[in-house]
């Protein structure tokens, strides 16, 4: 473990360094203030820096975020002495060269997904992290939802007995009109389409709740193969990424299950849901009501709709009674608690960048699955 | 067209022979005696002839059910002058010989699905049927569902736009529990197993309401290998046909999806549920809630739960106003009704011989798949 | 009893005549027809005649629905001797002169909400048809749902333990539109308005699971105070009667509770919906979802969604299986059951002249504490 | 307004000064610390005082939660010229002598709900305030969601028609259980009971979206007169307080409605629930699902699910897309911006202590309406 100064109350001190200040960089700072109200920490946090390109949003986002520093050049950032965890939230193409840094550095690295933008990057990211020995996290936040520890625990603890299948979807809307502008979300360049930028987080929750997969099969497809440039515009950009994409799942436990990922459904905003059948119940979820398990036990017949309380870890740091409801936000505090608990070695493993290569090499046999049109073992890539 | 007798009043009269006496053949028989009552029909419904091997039995449930005579031999009930359509509700295996000898006696077959217990003799009975030229239709009841017609009208209109995506799934959990004895459903050569039980109704909507499949990927297991002989036995059955099954769809129209059928998932009774996506809208549907379809529109954004209502065909026969909601056995009642209309040349297009052998075709398509893991294109069988 | 003829088999031949061949006449026909299939009847029925006031129609649907004889004239067909059972679906304001008739010439008597226009009216009717000694019904048919019987199932056990509140609501949209023309049900001498004509309904089911109400304190108000005399018309008619009514009940059993009774809700169809909550666990149904229960224990915390199924009495008559739904019509059917019962001094209590009076009591009170403002003790009336 | 110092950036420096360091306290905290990272202020804050009576626990939330100063005297909080802010979430019943000594002050007060234990308090609070000059705001917390706004924006510009209904309740069961302990929230002394402690919530949102109440009806009653003292404990205490009251409203507008307050319905954790009912159409909410809203608009027909999202004033300044949830906690900084606008002269009315008294005002008149069992005039308190 890294040695740390010392606040004057005799804590460790832990210098914050946040790469990027969109939305993501914003939520990582929330998360990055609260964590200290919410719960009670080995440490001291401080909010050492914050790096962005444009130097005067730096300044102000630092002054607004509280900051101490801001700097317009990231490898500053990083070489900051006061900095001991890395925050990254840029666009997905520069996550290897800054975590890459960030690793050489000696530091924790706590990075948004996807890890990288491609599967080979995501390899070389793993091991460079594995040699120097950094504690590294990946910003699969939904797995930190206390009603998910919830279905975790009833999996783990086999009282859903042996699970034999696992159904699921995530469907957005955004790209459904067929006017919606390309972006740099329908490059592949930029781990784009809807088996990566959304299908990523189902394959997280799914390796989270189901373990390893074994073998799938799948078809994906391009619906709208160009859109206008921008809002509007007359001009056209092809597009080569999928539109959606669907797959059969293969279990190491022998569960069997199918997949889909889509940003055309109308009608969904955050349809991030899965149904877990066991031999003795099942548990359905659906992260767009985040706060909810749907459990059916052998012995009940149907569905209980379970609400989030405080009996689940996590949640009481927020709330005090069930039916309060966490929001977006508390999720990526809980990442960010779990973040810390992993650099003084406690709590549990979470999905670290071997984990993510995992999410990815498996997203990857999903693409090649479709492009081949047959079964892939994940050990093939 | 058969020529009938006449009525009195000068309509034709149509003599109904029923076969079997178990659930289906008292739902059938509900159904012929409410068509009447529910709709203004071109003929005159006769419940002429019952057949059960049981003579008791055949001679109570005719009195108790309202037909003229009963046979406990069916050869005799078919060539019974007085029928003119026969009904099959008989155990899975006796379909073949039944709708065989109907057939080739002239007379309209109504039988249960599923068609036949093999795909050889399924092709028989459609071959046979085009040859003899008599109606024929196959209990696919849920199809007759008045919102059912609302979801292919909206898909046929265009109003969904480009239909994409195609998400179903057939869950019941009457098997769930490993003590759940084996029953001739566990037998391949009954057309046993969740695919076939269970999986073929999805199949048949499928193709209600998207056309044809082009092919399909697919993945079966078994969980529970062996179960008790009858309840609470010590003696084990083993069981060889599939507890759950999933594929992938890819259909002519170019949309794709997934589809599971599973007898083991706990909390389900007749969760026999599609999402259908287009360019511009998304349905939903689940059995358990017959009267219900969720619709989003694209210039909606979210879910709206249509009701059934006098509006849709088939309905206002029933009930005055939406709300007030149709049962099961209505649907039966309509499938009658459309069976008669078809008898008339009248009435839309309904699940025949022919469509009950592409709903086969495509069930052992899928069955192949997943035996030899790989895509499998239907015109293979 | 009564007397009957019998039948070949030797069963009791029970002769049904039915007035009125408008929606609920159909209904009713539907039922008498279906109830010998569903049940094992202790006698044989006998669709003996039927009544409407046009003696065209009357013939024509008795040959529709399979009744021996068509009379134009109400009064012959109550006084025809192989009628039994006099069934009532006329308009409310001829319920009065038909049912004291029927009573009068000894026979049972089966009569559509609501038993009359007055409280004197109901009154005079339960005197007689006590003096008479004849049985009777009322259609209060949501009550004879399965899952109805589960609710008060639960209650009389004491499964909720002791009940300490009720909230109910009976809610539809069909009068919402003010360009809704005024019709019968917007004159109070034949029963109109949302208190009468959706809100009885409400307080059967109430009392049926409750028991009796011993104060009420109401509000009631007519939202759109004209109406187009006819669709598109412009000449307007004054309405006297609610278009919405609330209420407060005391049960006789120490519970409290809400009443709501509304026909200018937009989006409800038949939203008769009520929540009853004890101390050990809460209920609730809406008719809107007929197969459906939601069911706390306070073990468990939240809800479950109970489907109906063949455990509940009544259910299996239909559907072999929960999740097959019920509708509308096999409500009816069920009460056809209940009524036959009766007859037969078979089943459980049902709505007779004297409960419905009891009912229309509880409305009277109910339009008495909204007009004067106060509380209104159920026995001032 | 205040003079406030100013930061180095020229922006006044406005200091908070809270009181009390329970769940209520440690939200505060939180969102006092996120205000500015979800906001651009006109105001740089700085968590200036902590006050807690146990001295030690002052000085460790105060570290924990980044406050400059403990106190274990209020006083000394209050008058610490740092403190421009007071925030009071210490136990009921000294909200009065903190919040008017606040007053006196000249200082900025945010209280949490109830304003007092007693009418007669709230009213000096009131006039207190209005006479020093003050800007007041109290915690009714759950009308600063996004999705309230929208509710009262389509209320206020028409969308709905005329308001013809409300129906409201609020109904938890963490006193479900008779073995649930005496507590403060049994005390008429500390403003308990399920009218006081929930009911007055839904008062506060009735008026929020509906305007003033003018005339009441209403039943309440102890279910279980005595309780342990403490879990498990064979002392008995008794209890006067309500466990549950029933209400009739009637609103200035013309609008009527229904009201329920429990603390004893199973399955409820927060169904602070509403449905409203206009001639155009019907909106319900529940705050078990605080991110949703049910609307149904005339020409729809039927409900639809509306996902909070970015465009409803508020959201975006958490999450970037619908779907993605606001926590309750998020609620306390949206009430806490509002504050500080309030500060500024900026933004919408808010519930200051005249809108707290308004609503205890509402509370009184039902439960003098309860206890006398008569329509009370909200004027006649």
């Given at each position: 473990m890294r040695q740390f100064s010392r606040s004057a109350a005799g804590l460790p001190q832990l210098g914050i360094g946040l790469i990027g200040t969109g939305f993501m960089g914003?939520?990582?700072?929330?998360?990055?203030?609260?964590?200290?109200?919410?719960?009670?920490?080995?440490?001291?946090?401080?909010?050492?820096?914050?790096?962005?390109?444009?130097?005067?949003?730096?300044?102000?986002?630092?002054?607004?975020?509280?900051?101490?520093?801001?700097?317009?050049?990231?490898?500053?950032?990083?070489?900051?002495?006061?900095?001991?965890?890395?925050?990254?939230?840029?666009p997905n193409h520069l996550h290897y060269p800054m975590a890459m840094a960030a690793v050489e550095a000696g530091k924790t690295v706590y990075c948004e997904k996807p890890l990288a933008v491609s599967l080979a990057q995501a390899d070389d990211m793993r091991n460079a992290a594995k040699k120097a020995g950094v504690v590294t996290r990946v910003g699969y936040n939904y797995q930190h939802n206390p009603i998910i520890g919830l279905a975790r625990q009833m999996i783990e603890s086999g009282e859903l007995g042996q699970i034999v299948s696992f159904q699921g979807e995530f469907s957005e809307d955004f790209m459904a009109d067929p006017a919606s502008p390309w972006s740099w979300r329908c490059e592949e360049a930029h781990a784009g389409g809807a088996l990566a930028d959304l299908g990523s987080h189902l394959l997280a929750l799914a390796r989270h709740l189901m373990g390893d997969v074994e073998a799938v099969c799948a078809d994906a497809n391009t619906v709208h193969p160009q859109r206008p440039a921008t809002v509007g515009s007359r001009e056209k950009r092809f597009i080569a990424v999928d539109d959606q994409t669907h797959a059969l799942l293969r279990f190491a436990s022998g569960a069997r299950g199918t997949f889909s990922s889509s940003w055309l459904k109308h009608g969904y905003k955050n349809h991030l849901a899965f149904e877990i059948s066991g031999t003795?119940?099942?548990?359905?979820?659906?992260?767009?009501?985040?706060?909810?398990?749907?459990?059916?036990?052998?012995?009940?017949?149907?569905?209980?709709?379970?609400?989030?309380?405080?009996?689940?870890p996590g949640y009481a740091a927020f709330c005090p009674a069930p039916g309060h409801q966490l929001g977006y936000n508390e999720l990526k505090t809980l990442e960010v608690h779990a973040l810390i608990q992993a650099v003084f070695n406690q709590g549990k493993d979470g999905p670290d960048f071997e984990e993510a290569w995992q999410v990815e090499r498996l997203a990857a046999a999903i693409r090649m699955a479709a492009r081949e049109q047959r079964w892939v073992r994940i050990t093939e890539l």
């Amino acid at each position: 473990m890294r040695q740390f100064s010392r606040s004057a109350a005799g804590l460790p001190q832990l210098g914050i360094g946040l790469i990027g200040t969109g939305f993501m960089g914003r939520a990582h700072a929330m998360a990055f203030r609260n964590v200290s109200a919410a719960f009670a920490l080995p440490v001291q946090l401080r909010l050492a820096a914050l790096a962005d390109a444009d130097a005067a949003r730096a300044t102000r986002c630092a002054s607004d975020w509280g900051f101490d520093h801001a700097h317009s050049d990231w490898q500053q950032l990083i070489s900051d002495p006061e900095v001991d965890i890395i925050a990254i939230t840029t666009p997905n193409h520069l996550h290897y060269p800054m975590a890459m840094a960030a690793v050489e550095a000696g530091k924790t690295v706590y990075c948004e997904k996807p890890l990288a933008v491609s599967l080979a990057q995501a390899d070389d990211m793993r091991n460079a992290a594995k040699k120097a020995g950094v504690v590294t996290r990946v910003g699969y936040n939904y797995q930190h939802n206390p009603i998910i520890g919830l279905a975790r625990q009833m999996i783990e603890s086999g009282e859903l007995g042996q699970i034999v299948s696992f159904q699921g979807e995530f469907s957005e809307d955004f790209m459904a009109d067929p006017a919606s502008p390309w972006s740099w979300r329908c490059e592949e360049a930029h781990a784009g389409g809807a088996l990566a930028d959304l299908g990523s987080h189902l394959l997280a929750l799914a390796r989270h709740l189901m373990g390893d997969v074994e073998a799938v099969c799948a078809d994906a497809n391009t619906v709208h193969p160009q859109r206008p440039a921008t809002v509007g515009s007359r001009e056209k950009r092809f597009i080569a990424v999928d539109d959606q994409t669907h797959a059969l799942l293969r279990f190491a436990s022998g569960a069997r299950g199918t997949f889909s990922s889509s940003w055309l459904k109308h009608g969904y905003k955050n349809h991030l849901a899965f149904e877990i059948s066991g031999t003795r119940g099942t548990i359905a979820f659906d992260q767009e009501r985040l706060n909810e398990l749907r459990v059916c036990r052998a012995d009940q017949g149907s569905f209980q709709r379970v609400l989030a309380g405080p009996a689940l870890p996590g949640y009481a740091a927020f709330c005090p009674a069930p039916g309060h409801q966490l929001g977006y936000n508390e999720l990526k505090t809980l990442e960010v608690h779990a973040l810390i608990q992993a650099v003084f070695n406690q709590g549990k493993d979470g999905p670290d960048f071997e984990e993510a290569w995992q999410v990815e090499r498996l997203a990857a046999a999903i693409r090649m699955a479709a492009r081949e049109q047959r079964w892939v073992r994940i050990t093939e890539l």
